[in-house]
């Protein structure tokens, strides 16, 4: 059974540091992308960006573009979500999804979400 | 970028009622573009892909249609386990994007 499972909830202050993970089992790890997406409270769903875990070759939405860093570690199949200073306004769930290798490259499996407070 | 448009926002529906969403392209994405449902707390769930095809597991009263900018989402007889938000998603461009969601309620 592919499985993604997400770290836990972080309550963190404006300023600091977070990363986040996304582990991930059940299927082989380095050929499909991996996506991340933000969902700020009672809002609407944002693609962040994707990683291809076998090179490292990374995109990122406009809006992510030098405000987060996706990365991974082919070792341990394990995606990561982090930011170098937190603002208030990084409050949101975060979700990872693997994307698909055929078809429309749709995002078939998804984790089961990470809260992340910055007060 | 590939702006994506939905409608409408939200719409109250009855149990067993055809229910139809529409989703627009910016700029032509042939059959790139997928449906999701979130229902709240939980993580988005892939319905239809590729536009057209069901996802599996899905139920077939949920089908997609269209191509190039113009899609819809339709869901054949509603089921209270249908009342959720739906949104589309082009992965016709590298920077994925998805619509704005259709809330589906209850009447």
């Known amino acids: 059974e592919v499985q993604l499972v997400q770290s836990g909830t972080e309550v963190k202050k404006p300023g600091e540091s977070l990363k986040i993970s996304c582990k991930t089992s059940?299927?082989?790890?380095?050929?499909?992308?991996i996506g991340w997406v933000r969902q700020m409270p009672g809002k609407g769903l944002e693609w962040m960006g994707i990683?291809?875990?076998?090179?490292?070759?990374?995109r990122y939405g406009p809006s992510f573009q030098g405000q987060v860093t996706i990365s991974a570690d082919k070792s341990i199949s394990t995606a990561y979500l982090q930011w170098s200073s937190l603002k208030a306004s990084d409050t949101a769930m975060y979700y990872c999804?693997?994307?698909?290798?055929?078809?429309?490259?749709?995002?078939?499996?998804w984790g089961q979400g990470t809260t992340v407070t910055v007060s | 970028d590939i702006q994506m448009t939905q409608s409408p926002s939200s719409l109250s529906a009855s149990i067993g009622d055809r229910v139809t969403i529409t989703c627009r392209a910016s700029?032509?994405?042939?059959?790139?573009l997928n449906w999701y449902q979130q229902k709240p707390g939980k993580a988005p769930k892939l319905l239809i892909y590729?536009?057209?095809s069901l996802q599996s597991e899905v139920p077939s009263r949920f089908s997609g249609s269209g191509s190039g900018t113009d899609f819809t989402l339709t869901i054949t007889s509603l089921q209270p386990e249908d009342f959720a938000t739906y949104y589309c998603?082009?992965?016709?461009?590298?920077?994925?994007?998805f619509g704005p969601g259709t809330k589906v309620d209850i009447k």
């Open positions: 999804a693997r994307q698909t290798i055929v078809g429309s490259y749709a995002m078939d499996v």
């Open positions: 059940g299927y082989t790890f380095t050929s499909h992308w």
């Open positions: 990683i291809y875990p076998d090179d490292s070759d990374t």
């Open positions: 700029q032509s994405i042939s059959t790139y």
């Open positions: 590729a536009a057209s």
């Open positions: 998603q082009q992965s016709y461009s590298t920077l994925r994007t």
